[in-house]
């Protein structure tokens, strides 16, 4: 993971779940995490276990200036930003499209899509005049099919991929990698939340169905390697079994 030696991440949902299991993982491989999320106090405790190289900076993402903020407070503590890793999402509101609130639609948009593309109008410009970074953003099945009690998930998580795309399609001749990570189900509380709304196929699914965390959070570290140069600008899935041996997973 030498590749990874003191390089900067800023890393949106980091005090759980795919967040804090790539948080230890980056920080293992020797990379300097900013650690972004707005639950302060667990943010502050996987902080505190990671040691120097990882730095809590609590903030809402769907606040372009809280987000903004932080954003400096990294560059502040570590130095410009070589990777942004958009992992923050709701996955709520669940129910049908006729009977969502517009504020529940409207909240999840701001984290799901306009946080995604604010960290990327925020921090790519930095990344090109430095001659280029890496762009990861976590999508879903989600993004490519209709799910039943899912339509803000959905055109969230389609929004989201089509801003990675054209991010690649726009900035990869400046050095921009801008690549896409659907991982399937995975064991975490979002889980536990379509679980108990108990609407489609998913929310049927055993615990024991899901990938644990630390399978995403591999696969990105993967995605910052030279190895992943030809997936640039594409959205790979750990549902691929090719994907997951080049990754080094293995299904039982």
Same mark, same amino acid.
């Given at each position: 993971?030498?590749?990874?030696?003191?390089?900067?991440?800023?890393?949106?949902?980091?005090? %759980?779940?795919?967040?804090?299991?790539?948080?230890? @993982?980056?920080?293992?491989?020797?990379?300097?995490?900013?650690?972004?999320?707005?639950?302060?106090?667990?943010?502050?405790?996987?902080?505190? &276990? *990671?040691? &120097?190289?990882?730095?809590?900076?609590?903030?809402?993402?769907?606040?372009?200036?809280? *987000?903004?903020?932080?954003?400096?407070?990294?560059?502040? %503590?570590?130095?410009?930003?070589?990777?942004?890793? !958009?992992?923050?999402?709701?996955?709520?509101?669940?129910?049908?499209?006729?009977?969502?609130?517009?504020?529940?639609?409207?909240?999840?948009?701001?984290? !799901?899509?306009?946080?995604?593309?604010?960290? @990327? %109008?925020?921090?790519?410009?930095?990344?090109?005049?430095?001659?280029?970074?890496?762009?990861?953003?976590?999508?879903?099945?989600?993004?490519?099919?209709?799910?039943?009690?899912?339509?803000?998930?959905?055109?969230?998580?389609?929004?989201?991929? @089509?801003?990675?795309?054209?991010?690649?399609?726009?900035?990869?001749? !400046?050095?921009?990698?801008?690549?896409?990570?659907?991982?399937?189900?995975?064991?975490?509380? @979002?889980?536990?939340?379509?679980?108990?709304?108990?609407?489609?196929?998913?929310?049927?699914?055993?615990?024991?169905?899901?990938?644990?965390?630390?399978?995403?959070?591999?696969?990105? *570290?993967?995605?910052?390697?030279?190895?992943?140069?030809?997936?640039?600008?594409?959205?790979?899935?750990?549902?691929?079994?090719?994907?997951?041996?080049?990754?080094?997973?293995?299904?039982?």
């Amino acid at each position: 993971m030498h590749y990874l030696k003191n390089k900067v991440v800023f890393l949106t949902g980091a005090s %759980r779940g795919i967040g804090a299991a790539a948080a230890q @993982m980056f920080v293992t491989a020797g990379a300097k995490v900013a650690l972004v999320a707005r639950s302060v106090e667990p943010l502050e405790r996987l902080a505190a &276990d *990671l040691g &120097d190289n990882a730095f809590a900076a609590p903030c809402d993402v769907s606040d372009r200036r809280a *987000l903004e903020q932080a954003i400096i407070k990294t560059k502040e %503590r570590f130095g410009e930003i070589d990777i942004l890793i !958009n992992n923050a999402a709701l996955i709520e509101p669940i129910g049908a499209l006729v009977e969502l609130k517009v504020e529940d639609y409207s909240k999840l948009i701001d984290i !799901n899509v306009k946080a995604v593309f604010n960290a @990327m %109008r925020l921090i790519v410009p930095d990344m090109i005049a430095r001659g280029g970074g890496t762009v990861l953003t976590i999508s879903s099945g989600a993004a490519h099919r209709p799910v039943e009690g899912w339509a803000a998930y959905c055109s969230s998580k389609a929004a989201a991929k @089509m801003l990675t795309d054209v991010l690649h399609l726009e900035e990869a001749s !400046n050095g921009i990698r801008a690549m896409g990570l659907s991982p399937g189900t995975v064991a975490t509380q @979002m889980q536990r939340d379509i679980k108990a709304s108990g609407i489609n196929s998913v929310s049927q699914l055993n615990w024991e169905d899901h990938i644990p965390p630390e399978w995403p959070a591999k696969a990105l *570290l993967w995605m910052c390697s030279k190895e992943a140069e030809p997936y640039a600008g594409k959205e790979i899935s750990l549902r691929d079994p090719e994907i997951l041996s080049q990754i080094g997973l293995r299904k039982s």
